[in-house]
């Protein structure tokens, strides 16, 4: 049991102690055995940060991996080029690359009748809460439609486990800052949040039409090396360490749940190994950390002290949000170990390296990435709210 097993038994979510404790207890009943041996699995977006840490992760403990990605430029597209490289090299022709939309069903069935997997770990989507407001019909199509069709043919093709990421953007509406999975989650607040809500939803209806057992993933905020430019961690560590001004809004009280790669590969991995007929899991690190915390944090690896320009609160944030780990940490063995401190320790370590050998040849920054349109807005082209920190990214 994790340490926020007692805040979970006096969450808002739980009406009574008694009826929260006969819901753990119906989690140990529910947990499934662990499938050991080799494993062919089909890791869609393997070029993004998650699915090339998963698919590097699966490779390096002798399973086959089939990666299936468009190269979108949601961001650099040499950063996934430069992954897809680096696990080509690493592993040879154990690691197959088909590259095109998981949108399109022919291409999709080629890939199926080709290579067979019995596995399939689908990380690929459109990404981002805010470009999803401005063009919701690219993440309906690359999220909602292709997740349909990957499990029509998951079912077909006989798979045997179905893993994809949800994200922990669908507790958006929530009034809770403990989200738990037993929570509703009715009321996604943009385009991104709702396709994943949906997923989640096609996902009980291919369980029940066909028995196929799928898992879903609420991944809370992921950071780490070869991480998202879009994201706060590598905004941070970038801006900090380039001298370059950071925005803080409100007081710095609020806080957020940060998740290092390891940890969430980790529990992608468990999820493939576990069989389960049907289930959600949030996966996070469980505890959150203030913005204040995570400024002196990056001050102190980067060596380097933040230039802050202090803003007013953002209407709407709420001041504190984490992942209720409890039920993964039960059904999957599942616990976050990497503390913030060393994660970000981890991180900055590889942004220098990364930065020396190929970030200035490559020329990434986050000022130039990630609008979600293939375009290259330059910082004072976007609206301040896009910059925040507390807002962590999804
Ligand atoms: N990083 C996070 O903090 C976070 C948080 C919550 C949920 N998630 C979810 O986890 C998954 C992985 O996220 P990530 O951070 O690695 O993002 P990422 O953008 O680095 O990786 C996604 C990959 O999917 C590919 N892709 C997108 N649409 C595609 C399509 N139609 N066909 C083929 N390939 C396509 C992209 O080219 C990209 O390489 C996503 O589903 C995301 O929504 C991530």
Redesign the pocket.
Known sequence: MNSHSSKYLSSPECDSISTCSSSMSSYYDQIVELHVGYKKVLV?????????HVAEHLLERGDDVVI?????D??DVRI?ESNLSMLVEKFGDRVQVYR????DESFMLDVFEQTRPGWIC??????GVRPSIQDPYIYI???IV?TTLLMELAHKFGVRNFV??????VYGGSKSTFFSEEENVDNPVSP?AAT?KACELLAYTYHHLYKLNVTGL??????GPR??PD?APFKFIDRVSRGMEIQKFGDGSSSRDY?YISDIVDGVVRSIDRHYPYQIFNLGKGNGTSLNEFISIVEKHTGKKAMIRQLPDQAGDVPYTTADVTKASILLGYNANVSFDDGIRKTVEWYRNARNEKFNKLLISPETQANGFGRSPSFVEMPLREFSVGA???
Request: with cysteine.
């Open positions: 869609t977006g393997g070029a993004g940060f998650i699915g090339s299936v990605d468009e190269m979108n949601y961001y996934k095109g939309n998981i949108c689908h990380m690929a989507a459109r990404a199509q690359s999220n292709a994809f990421a949800s994200s922990s953007s991104y994943k609420r991944f809370f905020t992921v950071y991480g998202r994201m998740t962590g990214g999804k």
